[in-house]
């Protein structure tokens, strides 16, 4: 479609008799059709075609419209097609009016006064403000739904006789209402209506109007369906979720509700083809390739290849996934199925599946004793992978592949090569070896496409490899990597895991796929690169211009000179000895030990930070891998942590190190459980592990006496006449002990990550047992009922979800123009253009991915810190609000970054001076933080932000008891460890010292500001040297304290005396009455009891539990410190 200026054709809706958006530049009509088909003001109405000066307009052919024109959206007649897509389409509505319920409610006695923001705004906060309710994860979605009509589905007098279709019938419809009748309803060309049939009599005579739309005919036949479902569904757009979204499955759910008799949901169950399309069947690797190719030499041709690639990518994930739960829950016939389960292959909806097998002797190798790939093998291929599409090498194709892990079971979802199905490998392979080295195939064309591939990925192109005639071939890279020509006459790669050279921290031959990443060695260059050029010195610009210039092309993907490494080294294939390949060795020794000499300790110099973000398992992974460290090196990085020094970072890498673990126990039980008792199998080790461990043993004793008496009784109600008994016995299943279970647990932990781990973890103070059961539920796609737990029960055991690994596509250009608006904010303060940049991106990554992609909140976050630079906080809190309804549709609310998007908006409010609004949402953070990492870091943070918010705002006093219940956690932490003779703990502790004393200045308690400050003072004193900034700062801040103090109390002096002297008093009688009140004071103040102080303890720790600041709870915060400083002091006199 061409136009000539933006928003210069409008659409007409005709038969709502009104405009809706303009169109915008370089729109096809298919793109139009497309977006009004999601939205919801046309939910009902799917069956419309584009008319223009009253002619139809074909949607696959170009034409152009001119400036002000009208573009018409005109209803077109059924077919049978449209017709039962649109009774689909009812039927989802009925079935699944949650999704529209939660647009609608929430509402009170002021929202008609409202506007559509501000309503909106309200929704918003109803989710984010209940900070401390119990099941503040969960939603109003799975909340049951009333029953609109009792069935509507097809009709058993289908399919029409022949004389009915040539009048128009299409097929029937019978409808159940909610008042009891059944009515049986004509499809027509025309629309529907009701016909005379009643009881097993067909009569096809027209008995009602005809409708367009099936909705409004139930609504006319049934009085009360209109009050139950057309309110509930606003006139407002609702994007759909893309098929990544879905599978991104939340933890914790409601209770399952009691099942109900639905024949839409049984007519769907029975007809479900697990994302096979008969309609059309789609050859995935053919879309692929072809979208791919597509030319990207302007803007729109990007966005347009880059729209395509993102259809293709997000429809396979959904084949992919649907057909690998159809897989393991055998309901697909295998290729193979003489084959042992773990070596069979299938093929279905044009998408080739295979299993990759994970035990715990063979996890690091690159197959097991079946040949079965290991996980860890396709985790590595799948990694290389991921780096090719990205970097789109010319003459390459790559395969459309998807990971996915259900019920403990690892399978491979693959586009198809064409022709690899008929033949042998053999005859396919170009390049490389299929038989480990015996024979070795190349090809010219390949080796210049190899050739190009290694360049990326630092590897040599220039390996001689020996066969077993002892014939040389010149190859690059390595040859397990195996290049594919298709009946296509396109070039694959396959086998990608030797795109990676080897580890050589692990080595031997059961340490195979020990690789080192990508990251690591584009690290390891750039240093190098820097290295050199400090070494030669050289005081030419040209040279050190060149030397950058190389850098940046590195980074960017076009390397001009980069590393030669051999990835064939360590492996089974047989290489020509020489120098060069002695050297190429030394070249892995070098890089395997800055992995561990300078690589792991910036890690760990990141993870130290206080602004970095490590509350989960998720978060610590990114870490590790953007600094090139593979988490097999978690126990040694462990190692290199000191508890005493840095608690909460060890105790959080602890707590990785048994999720990760318990992840592996989880997923071998659920592949030997059978599948009539893997709810009682998972309740069980949840017992074993996160309760007491005799809970589970005893459950199952109890029901397996449950089950003797129930049999019992029923054989002898039966008497003596005959029955049958199942003849397949499943209840073989050994179920471990405690003592089993920790063993196991010790034993991956040490194989995997060289760290051991022992029951005793869970007793550590600071470990959260929540946070850690939250991580394995999310790893295992475990789904459990929200409630407190003492003890798992097999109904707590919702479902299994499967977790999915997806190539994402991802926009060159939207991230170019992230990167510009950050070097706008920082370098130039151009806010202008980096809000310009920062938007480009947004309206990018929108056209591309739609509203629900993590790309775009991350935009949106940007675009309100730029407005809030600016002053424009409403433009601030509106954007930050998106941010965060995005983060949580795709991450949920547990999420780093859901929690750093809600910390933001709370910093928002407060610069409006909102502060119910601000300090709502920081204590959502808070409860966020403690939930899903425990009390380390980040909850130290919230405390410290909180207190922040408190003491602008002029409420001191609760500034104060954040700041002590911060302290009072920290102090406790670092006690756990013995850590509160280390630098660490000083500085920390002053830190609060000093806030402490500032609160108490800005209230005017200068004697117990000076106090603290003094400890504060004396504590970087014996940290730091005498010449450091904080030390002198300190003491810079306790010479103004006292000198506040010193001036007060003369004030106070000055006051008192001239007010006892205007009533004659005498100096002996001012004396006397100045000692009484400040004895009288201290009595008041001070608690001298031991009981008091005990009696105080327990309301403090109440006063936690709640997570409430009430007035008689700081109170008692209050009064608990004092007597601690007065029982110390007491003891230090006792002592003296």
Not at 490 to 499: S, V, W
Not at 1091 to 1099: I, P
């Amino acid at each position: 479609m061409k136009q000539t200026k933006e928003e210069s054709v409008k659409l007409y809706l005709d038969f709502y008799d009104k405009y809706t958006w303009p169109l915008e530049i370089a729109e096809t009509l298919l793109e139009v059709r497309q977006y009004l088909t999601e939205s919801t003001i046309l939910s009902l109405f799917q069956n419309f075609y584009f008319s223009h000066k009253g002619q139809r307009i074909n949607e696959y052919s170009e034409f152009s419209i001119p400036d002000g024109g009208k573009l018409q959206v005109l209803l077109d007649e059924f077919n049978e097609r449209t017709a039962r897509f649109h009774l689909r389409r009812v039927q989802e509505i009925i079935a699944n009016l949650s999704h529209y319920q939660y647009l609608c409610k929430g509402k009170n006695q002021n929202e008609d006064s409202l506007s559509l923001k501000e309503i909106g705004d309200l929704q918003l906060n109803d989710i984010l403000q209940p900070a401390i309710k119990p099941n503040l994860l969960l939603n109003d979605d799975n909340k049951a739904i009333k029953q609109n009509v009792q069935q509507l589905g097809l009709s058993s007098f289908n399919p029409p006789p022949l004389s009915r279709k040539l009048k128009g019938d299409l097929f029937y419809i019978v409808l159940k209402t909610i008042e009891s009748v059944e009515l049986i309803i004509t499809a027509s060309n025309l629309g529907f209506y009701v016909n005379s049939s009643q009881g097993r009599t067909f009569e096809p005579t027209q008995k009602s109007d005809c409708y367009y739309n099936l909705i409004d005919l139930i609504v006319d036949q049934s009085p009360s369906f209109k009050k139950e479902l057309i309110n509930a569904i606003p006139e407002q757009q609702q994007p759909a979720l893309p098929a990544t979204i879905k599978y991104n499955h939340k933890w914790l759910s409601v209770p399952e509700h009691p099942q109900t008799l639905d024949h839409q949901r049984s007519e769907s169950w029975a007809l479900d083809l697990h994302g096979f399309d008969i309609s059309s069947l789609r050859d995935w690797n053919e879309e692929l390739q072809v979208f791919r190719s597509l030319p990207k030499m302007d803007l729109i041709q990007k966005l347009n290849r880059d729209k395509a690639l993102s259809k293709v990518y997000g429809d396979f994930v959904e084949a992919a996934v649907r057909g690998a739960c159809a897989v393991v829950d055998k309901i697909i016939q295998p290729l193979n199925p003489m084959d042992i389960e773990c070596q069979q292959v299938y093929v279905y909806n044009q998408i080739f599946f295979s299993f990759a097998m994970e035990t715990p002797e063979d996890f690091r190798q690159e197959s097991g004793p079946d040949a079965t790939p290991t996980v860890s093998t396709t985790n590595c291929d799948f990694r290389n992978l991921q780096i090719l599409h990205k970097l789109d090498i010319p003459g390459l194709s790559v395969l459309n592949t998807c990971l996915v892990d259900y019920k403990g079971r690892r399978v491979i979802a693959q586009s198809i090569i064409p022709g690899i199905l008929n033949s042998d490998h053999s005859n396919c392979t170009q390049y490389g070896s299929i038989d480990d080295g015996k024979t070795i195939q190349k090809s010219e064309e390949f080796h210049k496409v190899m050739s190009k591939t290694c360049e990326f990925f630092h590897l040599d192109t220039d390996i001689v490899f020996l066969d077993s005639n002892q014939q040389k071939y010149s190859m690059a890279g390595s040859i397990e990597v195996k290049g594919i020509m298709g009946s296509d006459k396109r070039m694959y790669l396959l086998d990608l895991l030797r795109l990676s050279p080897r580890d050589y921290n692990y080595q031997g031959e059961n340490n195979q796929c020990c690789v080192l990443r990508y990251e690591l060695l584009q690290n390891y260059w750039v240093v190098n690169t820097i290295q050199k050029i400090k070494q030669n010195n050289s005081d030419d610009p040209k040279t050190q211009q060149e030397a950058y210039q190389n850098i940046q092309n590195l980074l960017i993907g076009n390397p001009k000179e980069g590393l030669k490494l051999n990835p064939a080294l360590g492996t089974k294939t047989i290489l020509q000895q020489s120098e060069k390949l002695i050297q190429q060795e030394e070249d892995l020794k070098k890089l395997s030990q800055f992995l561990l000499n300078q690589a792991i300790p910036q890690l760990i110099q990141e993870l130290a930070q206080p602004e970095t973000t490590r509350h989960s398992d998720l978060s610590i992974s990114d870490i590790f891998h953007s600094h090139g460290v593979n988490m097999r090196y978690l126990g040694k990085v462990i190692s290199f942590i000191r508890s005493e020094e840095q608690p909460s970072l060890r105790l959080t890498l602890e707590r990785v190190v048994f999720a990760k673990t318990l992840k592996h126990i989880f997923r071998e039980s659920m592949r030997k459980a059978p599948q009539n008792q893997l709810s009682q199998v998972l309740s069980h080790l949840l017992n074993v592990i996160f309760s007491n461990s005799n809970t589970s043993i005893n459950n199952n004793k109890q029901e397996e006496k449950k089950k003797k008496k129930k049999n019992k009784n029923k054989s002898t109600q039966n008497g003596d006449k005959p029955h049958f008994k199942c003849l397949i016995q499943t209840n073989n299943y050994q179920y471990p002990t405690y003592q089993e279970v920790w063993d196991q647990i010790n034993k991956i932990a040490e194989a995997r990550y060289q760290h051991k781990i022992d029951s005793s973890i869970l007793n550590k103070k600071g470990f959260h047992k929540l946070s850690c059961l939250r991580e394995l539920c999310q790893q295992i796609g475990l789904q459990l009922v929200a409630r407190d737990y003492h003890e798992f029960q097999p109904s707590d055991i919702v479902g299994i979800q499967p977790i999915i690994k997806f190539i994402e596509q991802v926009s060159e250009d939207a991230k170019n123009n992230i990167e510009i608006g950050q070097k706008y904010m920082l370098e130039h303060q151009n806010l202008h253009q980096a809000l310009e940049s920062y938007l480009t991106a947004s309206q990018i990554i929108l056209n591309l991915h739609g509203q629900m992609h993590k790309e775009l909140a991350n935009c949106y976050s940007k675009i309100s810190a730029v407005y809030l630079r600016k002053q424009e906080y409403e433009a601030a809190i509106h954007f930050q609000k998106q941010a965060i309804q995005i983060y949580t549709a795709i991450y949920g609310y547990d999420h780093p970054l859901t929690i750093q998007a809600i910390t933001a908006l709370s910093l928002y409010y407060f610069s409006t001076k909102n502060y119910k609004e601000a300090f709502n949402h920081m204590l959502h953070t808070l409860y966020l933080a403690n939930l899903i990492g425990g009390e380390g870091q980040e909850v130290f943070n919230q405390y410290t932000n909180l207190s922040l918010l408190y003491s602008e705002s002029g409420q001191h006093q609760s500034a104060l008891n954040c700041l002590f219940e911060g302290l009072e956690k920290c102090e406790s932490l670092f006690k756990s460890f013995q850590g509160t003779e280390t630098q660490q703990y000083k500085l920390r502790i002053s830190g609060y010292y000093s806030a402490i004393a500032l609160e108490h200045g800005e209230i005017g308690d200068f004697q117990k500001a000076v106090e603290f400050q003094e400890r504060a003072s004396d504590l970087l004193k014996r940290t730091l040297k005498p010449e450091d900034t904080r030390v002198k700062e300190a003491e810079a801040l306790l010479a103004n304290l006292k000198k506040a103090l010193n001036e007060k109390r003369k004030d106070t002096q000055q006051s008192n005396l001239d007010s006892r002297r205007s009533f004659g008093t005498n100096r002996n009688q001012l004396q006397k009455t100045e000692q009484q009140q400040t004895q009288q004071v201290s009595e008041e103040t001070y608690v001298e009891s031991d009981k008091e102080r005990e009696a105080l303890l327990q309301k403090l720790r109440a006063a936690k539990q709640s997570m409430k600041f009430k007035n008689k709870n700081q109170m008692d915060i209050n009064r608990y410190i004092l007597a601690q400083q007065l029982y110390r002091q007491q003891q230090q006199q006792q002592k003296e």
